[in-house]
């Protein structure tokens, strides 16, 4: 058992601030794309950038596994001082990432026709989404890449790194965004190409601190561990749980997304714009999460359960406050906020009367966000899991067909329902589970 101190506040915000700060870059991002397009001449572009970006949510998101099992891989192989087994779970992430982004890319013409057929956007919108998907599939090798880099040097506690990738391939991408759409007066392909350079540009920085550390640490890559199938037993065992888990998150965003669409191209935009100003609370929240990843997967594989309490503790209090601040955020600025990403009136409109739902929801999420990151250190897949089928099967749609009389409201109590459901079912199998693995 490792001697190291009990993790402290410093600890916690030595790797959540620059996490935060790359998980913001994100939705500023996808606010920069909502913007950009939001002050075109029509409505259709913003609602078609949506659709493409809800897509490639669901793909890339659903396949945000490969970050989250190795980072929890990695973080407990460094807590067990085995560096073999730290270089290992980067090579054997790398070679799934690669293996999945050629499988995407084979298949593109089948998943982009399924996609648009299940989210049922309007001609107009949809002819400008298919645009848009066949432009940035061609992103999957570097972002599938992108995630398991991001979520090594996470578990190694190395948040650096990670914000160098995430703030390179955003800075890159609004730059393009803005040549693109602005100046060369291209429109939703624009935005797409800009992604994918992006993407790319993100790949060679994050390869580059990788290598330079595969050479300056001790461990072998153990090329046997990346070859042989039965090798991949532990990451396949976590990630497949995971990966249904991400796919039921994902499932319920996009289900969000082709309800607004059917309400109308008004809600559909509108609530575009209310979704990327919870992403930019979301993002900022799970800095919290990566810290506790990190800090949790040490704890768990130096077998510390006093760390490990203190991690979840200290991570949680920070998460509280940072919500609190957002809700008074968006009490303050959600109307100045939603003027700066669209000058649509009727989508201004509308955003504005479903404004009050995005105020309280941080305090509503908090929970969820902050456990995600405990389980994902732990390795604790199954229960998240099974969390997540409860919450998006047996909770919100219920739920959502339950208040769907009231509309995009009943959709938005939906969400929240949700995520409180989340919450309360993670706090049960943290208390029941993850603890009692450990001996006090």
Same mark, same amino acid.
């Given at each position: ?46 609602? !078609? ?53 050629? +499988? ?11 996609? +648009? ?24 090798? !570097? ?163 006093? !760390? ?133």
């Amino acid at each position: 058992m490792r001697s190291d101190p009990l993790p402290q506040d410093r600890d916690v915000w030595r790797i959540a601030a620059p996490m935060i700060l790359s998980n913001i870059s994100v939705p500023l991002l996808g606010m920069v794309d909502t913007a950009v397009t939001g002050h075109l001449d029509d409505a259709v572009y913003l609602g !078609a950038v949506a659709i493409g970006a809800t897509i490639f949510g669901f793909v890339y998101g659903g396949l945000n596994f490969l970050r989250m099992g190795t980072t929890g891989i990695a973080a407990q192989e460094y807590g067990a001082n085995d560096d073999d087994g730290v270089k290992v779970a980067l090579g054997q992430a790398l070679v799934v990432a690669l293996a999945i982004s050629a +499988l995407l890319i084979l298949l593109q013409t089948p998943l982009a026709v399924v996609a +648009l057929q299940l989210l049922g956007p309007g001609p107009d919108i949809a002819a400008y989404a298919d645009q848009y998907f066949f432009i940035r599939i061609w992103s999957a090798p !570097a972002t599938l890449a992108n995630y398991a880099l991001i979520g090594w040097f996470i578990g190694l506690q190395n948040a650096r790194v990670p914000l160098y990738i995430v703030l390179t391939i955003n800075v890159t991408n609004i730059v393009l965004d803005l040549l693109f759409v602005l100046v060369l007066g291209m429109k939703v392909d624009g935005v797409a190409a800009a992604s994918v350079i992006a993407e790319f540009a993100g790949l060679a920085v994050g390869g580059a601190f990788a290598l330079r550390w595969l050479k300056t640490h001790g461990g072998q890559m153990l090329t046997t561990r990346l070859t042989t199938l039965k090798a991949y037993a532990v990451f396949f065992s976590v990630n497949a749980n995971l990966l249904v888990r991400t796919m039921a998150l994902m499932f319920t965003f996009a289900f969000i997304t082709a309800v607004g669409a059917r309400l109308g191209g008004m809600v559909l935009a509108a609530n575009a714009v209310l979704i990327n100003m919870m992403h930019l609370m979301s993002f900022a929240l799970d800095g919290f999460a990566h810290a506790a990843e990190a800090l949790v997967g040490k704890a768990v594989g130096a077998r510390n359960r006093s !760390a490990l309490e203190a991690a979840v503790r200290v991570a949680l209090k920070w998460s509280l406050y940072v919500a609190v601040l957002f809700c008074l955020f968006f009490l303050v600025a959600g109307k100045p906020l939603v003027r700066l990403l669209t000058d649509l009136p009727d989508v201004i409109a509308v955003a504005d009367r479903y404004l009050p739902w995005l105020v309280i929801m941080p305090l509503i999420a908090v929970w969820s966000y902050l456990y995600d990151g405990v389980f994902v250190g732990a390795t604790r897949a199954r229960e998240m899991r099974d969390i997540m089928l409860i919450s998006s099967f047996l909770v919100f749609i219920p739920a959502w067909y339950a208040f769907g009389f009231l509309g995009n409201h009943g959709l938005w109590l939906a969400l929240g329902l949700f995520l409180a459901s989340r919450g309360i079912g993670m706090h049960y199998y943290y208390r029941a589970r993850v603890l009692t693995a450990i001996p006090a």
